[in-house]
Nanobody, 124 residues
Framework: QVNLVESGGGWAQAGGSLRLSCVAS????????MGWFRQAPGKEREFVAR????????YYADSVKGRFTISRDNAKNTVYLQMNSLKPEDTAVYYC?????????????????WGQGTQVTVSS
């Protein structure tokens, strides 16, 4: 079992920045690839970013590429999502998730553990 707790959400103006954190506890954090997903009101949850267990490989949705950066600190059992140049359409609940498989995927069903989510609101 891996427990994931997100933090860092809040309110930002368009063009601003926020950094989300997700702290893991339980099984060995460095054994898992980590992902960030988001869900806006009335919409399905969607992939945002993924990072390999070592941090050497990262993947992004086209909608956030060049604006968001995923990173991890295995010594702190933490994965981050730095969000810059925020847009109102980035408003959503953001979730982190852990995947035991090293195979890169954007599919929600591939992830084994999920956090409870943190709200991000971007105003224009």
């Amino acid at each position: 079992q891996v427990n994931l707790v997100e933090s860092g959400g809040g309110w930002a103006q368009a063009g601003g920045s926020l950094r989300l954190s997700c702290v893991a506890s339980g099984r060995t954090f460095s054994n898992y690839a980590m992902g960030w997903f988001r869900q806006a009101p009335g919409k399905e949850r969607e992939f945002v970013a993924r990072i390999s267990w070592s941090g050497s490989s990262t993947y992004y949705a086209d909608s956030v590429k060049g604006r968001f950066t995923i990173s991890r600190d295995n010594a702190k059992n933490t994965v981050y999502l730095q969000m810059n140049s925020l847009k109102p359409e980035d408003t959503a609940v953001y979730y982190c998730a852990a995947d035991r498989s090293p195979r890169p995927t954007q599919a929600m069903g591939a992830y084994d553990y999920w956090g409870q989510g943190t709200q991000v609101t971007v105003s224009s």
